[in-house]
């Protein structure tokens, strides 16, 4: 299965399970179960201000970044989504995906 193929099942998992939360961490914690429910295994995360940069306390966040792996493919999948906070709510929008081939 192509890689473009393998995100769009991705990006779909996240979107049905409408992530949303009170902080940005449990936003990330959503999409991290929809990752792995897609059989990666997330192998680092970040919270990243309107900069990208580490966002320097969670409520800054405005992008999660997450790398992920699935077993038996050493490419790295790198997983990117901008933080919305509509009504006070934390929401997860799809940004882009990509892979590091090793």
Partial sequence: ???SIEHARVKELVEKAQC????PHEL???ITEQLRSAGY?????QL???????AERPEQARF?????????DKNIH????AVLKPGGVY???WLQSAVVEK
């Fill in 1 to 3: 299965m192509g890689y």
């Fill in 20 to 23: 949303s939360g009170a902080s």
């Fill in 28 to 30: 990330l914690n959503c």
């Fill in 41 to 45: 295994i997330p192998a680092g995360t």
């Fill in 48 to 54: 990243l201000d309107a900069n990208v940069d580490p």
């Fill in 64 to 72: 999660i970044r997450i790398e992920a792996r699935k077993e038996g």
């Fill in 78 to 81: 790198i997983f990117t989504f």
């Fill in 91 to 93: 929401k997860a929008l």
